[in-house]
Structure formats: C-alpha cells, structure tokens
C-alpha cells in the first residue's frame, strides 16, 4: 500500500521561507516523478514543481508562479521529497499535496495523471 505523508506547513509571514517534507513508503521510489501540488479556498488544485524519476532524466519542473523562489529535491535512498519554499507570498498559501505518478514526462504537470496522493500540509502566509 502506498503512503505519502507531508510535514513541514505552517503559519509564516510574506518573505518567508518553508521546507515541506514527504516521505514516501510501499512503492519503489526511484521509479516514480515526485511533485507537489496545492490547493487553495476555491480553486482547482493546481502544479507546483515535479521531480521527475531518474529513468526519465530526472530533471525538475516549476509553475511559472513559482519558479526562481521554490527548489524541489527528492532522495532516493531515503525515499524523500522536499519542496523548499522562499520568499512566500500570500498567494502561495493553500494546502500542499505531495504526489506520485509513472505517467509520460508531457502530462508530467497534470494532477489527474497522479495516483498517490497525501493527506496534505497547510501553508499559511499571513503578516
């Protein structure tokens, strides 16, 4: 059975930075793209950064919204990805899910092409 679970949100203000963690069990790691999606009051869920597996070049891949102030990192050994999230905005907080999928590195950024999903971990970003 896979499990994602994700730790790390929280309350922050503007400028900030936040680390999300997801730790990863009952799949092999290295064979799946990690990414992050997030959810805000209202809105679809929306992409935020993938790694992708090795096997596929293990390259990683940003919302415009994020990219230049977010680093997604995975480890493989200890079956890990992180999402390092600076200089927040208010516009960043919502609810971040760590994902997994084997799907084709063009459909990469589409949640419906994710079969695991966590539980979710609330970013707060609020002076």
């Known amino acids: 059975q896979v499990q994602l679970a994700e730790s790390g949100g929280g309350l922050v203000e503007p400028g900030a930075s936040l680390r999300l963690s997801c730790e990863a069990s009952?799949?092999?790691?290295?064979?799946?793209?990690m990414a992050w999606f997030r959810q805000a009051p209202g809105k679809d869920r929306e992409f935020v950064a993938v790694?992708?597996?090795?096997?596929?070049?293990?390259?990683?891949y940003y919302a415009d919204s994020v990219k230049g102030r977010f680093t997604i990192s995975r480890d493989n050994t200890k079956k890990m990805v992180h999402l390092l999230m600076n200089d927040l905005k208010a516009e960043d907080a919502a609810i971040y899910y760590c994902?997994?999928?084997?799907?084709?590195?063009?459909?990469?950024?589409?949640?419906?092409?994710?079969?695991?999903w966590g539980q979710g971990t609330q970013v707060t970003v609020s002076s």
């Open positions: 994902a997994s999928s084997q799907t084709e590195l063009s459909a990469i950024r589409q949640p419906g092409m994710y079969v695991n």
């Open positions: 009952g799949l092999t790691f290295r064979n799946y793209h």
């Open positions: 790694s992708a597996r090795p096997g596929s070049g293990g390259n990683s």
